[in-house]
Nanobody, 116 residues
Framework: QVQLVESGGGLVQPGGSLRLSCAAS????????MGWYRQAPGKERELVAS???????NYEDSVKGRFAISRDNAKSTVYLQMNSLKPEDTAVYYC??????????WGQGTQVTVSS
């Protein structure tokens, strides 16, 4: 059974940093590409960053140079280091496989709010 538990969100001022974690119970985690996604109020969920099984990374243009995705296969955990946060980064952040299919399970996510 797939389980995804995101944590690390919170309220932070513009320019601040947060580190998100995702404990993933997914079969053969170590060989699966993983991604961090976010959904802002009134908007569709979007991919923020992805990481291959070998550690190759890709980022959505608006977060390049500010966010860093990483993974620890021994712990089946994916991380998202977020620096220089902006109000437009406010969203619920989720992790999941990359890419996801329409019927895939989603965890509860973790709320990130960037506000002064």
């Amino acid at each position: 059974q797939v389980q995804l538990v995101e944590s690390g969100g919170g309220l932070v001022q513009p320019g601040g940093s947060l580190r998100l974690s995702c404990a993933a119970s997914i079969s053969v985690f170590s060989i699966r590409p993983m991604g961090w996604y976010r959904q802002a109020p009134g908007k569709e969920r979007e991919l923020v960053a992805s990481i291959s099984s070998r550690g190759n990374t890709n980022y959505e243009d608006s977060v390049k140079g500010r966010f860093a995705i990483s993974r620890d296969n021994a712990k089946s955990t994916v991380y998202l280091q977020m620096n220089s946060l902006k109000p437009e980064d406010t969203a619920v952040y989720y992790c999941n496989k990359y890419p996801v299919n329409g019927g895939d399970y989603w965890g509860q996510g973790t709320q990130v709010t960037v506000s002064s």
